[in-house]
């Protein structure tokens, strides 16, 4: 029988709600045909084979409370779909702050904003170690630059696998992917792809105007949303690497990029009655055989976090077989397939592939290196 792998989380909020009630929610479905994950079994691990560790916040209604009280406090307000948990023994312990939480919060009522917990913050490398963790996830909100980063070196420091699901440059950034690579630890980043998300679509339908010869004119994708991860967003100067890693992951998927001017996406607004679940809106709009329009509408709704954690479970998993196997640095197939902006774009179909060959534990050779924002020429704005 093989040994669980020991998971820490960073940021214990609706998407770290999401992956700890399906751990759960899995454990009880086993041996079953089950929806909702793409990998029942990586490497003979199955979902269920997680064991939380430890966990770190800032949030006053979070630190010093049981991991499992502390994914069901506000202001977490994903689906409750596992409500039922086992005592984990883990006490949620306190981060730094840094930037992780922004001062218009204060603007916005307790139940729907962070407040700080003003405690001395844990040694996370020292608790990393203590708690025996394997894989870091790291689920803090957009524009966390510092804090992210201090998590990021305490996983070098304890030797820690990360899993990076915020856009916070760390894989797909050079000096740090070397950082991982030299202290021996692997990194699957960065800003997660949900499972069936607006990237993922937007990417696919990016791909079928290409291959389809449809040339793309001009192309949005406006979010909507009403947790703290979109309310975070209202804060504009937090938005920037959220908004390259957006457009970036559908700039990749093009033959030509699109003009800066015809290509917008991003988190749009924050609707609190919407709660966890997430309204997509893609337009696009393109010239077929004669020069023929064609313009595409499409809204897509989903729950936000669960959205998520049924692509960090498999991630998890991966980072586990590349520490058996003594890989370190970015994962490239995983990062391809299960993140908005890793290390190299590929097509998804493609990093499907790669993504499989890497558990099975083949050779695969990924096609000529394109990189993030370095692909193709822009092409000259094309008159309407
Ligand atoms: N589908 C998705 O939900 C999705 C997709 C892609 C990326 N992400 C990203 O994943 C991250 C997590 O999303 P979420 O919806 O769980 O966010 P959330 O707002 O629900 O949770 C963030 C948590 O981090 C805590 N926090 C703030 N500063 C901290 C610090 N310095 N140390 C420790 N904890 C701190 C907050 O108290 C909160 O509990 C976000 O960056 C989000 O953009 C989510």
Not at 11 to 23: I, R
Not at 97 to 120: N, T
Not at 122 to 134: H, K, N, Q, V
Request: hydrophobic share 40%; glycine share 8%.
């Amino acid at each position: 029988m093989r040994n669980d792998i020991k998971v820490a989380i960073a940021g214990v909020g609706n998407c770290a709600s999401a992956l700890v009630q399906g751990v759960e929610y899995y454990r009880n479905r086993q041996g079953i045909a089950v929806e909702g994950i793409m990998h029942q079994s990586i490497g003979g691990y199955s979902c269920s084979d997680v064991e939380f560790v430890a966990a770190f916040d800032v949030d006053r209604r979070k630190v010093g409370h049981s991991l499992e009280e502390a994914i069901f406090s506000k202001p977490n307000c994903t689906r409750i779909f596992q409500s039922a948990l086992p005592v984990s023994n883990v006490i949620v312990q306190a981060g730094p702050v840094l930037d992780g939480v922004a001062a218009h919060m204060a603007d916005y009522p307790d139940d729907a904003a962070f407040r700080s917990a003003d405690l001395e913050p844990t040694d996370i490398a020292a608790a990393l170690r203590a708690s025996g963790a394997e894989v870091l996830v790291c689920y803090l909100p957009v524009g966390s630059e510092q804090a992210v980063r201090h998590y990021a070196q305490a996983c070098l420091d304890a030797r820690v696998a990360l899993i990076n699901c915020v856009p916070v440059f760390l894989a797909s950034d050079h000096s740090w992917a070397q950082k991982f690579q030299d202290a021996g630890v692997p990194i699957i980043g960065d800003d997660i792809k949900s499972q069936v998300g607006a990237t993922i679509v937007h990417r696919a339908l990016a791909r079928l105007f290409a291959d389809r010869g449809v040339g793309l004119d001009r192309t949005y994708q406006l979010n909507t949303g009403g947790n703290t991860d979109f309310l975070n967003m209202l804060e504009r100067s937090r938005l920037t690497s959220k908004k390259i890693s957006k457009t970036e992951s559908v700039q990749s998927q093009l033959d030509e990029r699109l003009d800066v001017r015809d290509i917008h996406i991003g988190p749009s607004d924050y609707v609190p009655w919407q709660q966890d679940n997430k309204v997509c809106f893609i337009r696009m709009e393109g010239r077929g055989f004669g020069d023929a329009p064609i313009e595409l509408e499409m809204r897509l709704s989903v729950q936000d976090s669960p959205n998520s954690a049924g692509v960090v479970i498999d991630a998890i998993r991966c980072a586990k077989l590349a520490l058996e196997r003594g890989e370190a640095g970015p994962l490239e197939a995983p990062s391809a397939y299960y993140m908005k902006s890793p290390p190299r774009q590929l097509r998804d179909s493609v990093a499907l592939e790669a993504c499989n060959a890497f558990i099975d534990g083949r050779q695969y050779d990924l096609p000529a290196e394109t990189t993030r924002g370095s692909m193709v020429a822009e092409r000259p704005r094309r008159s309407k």
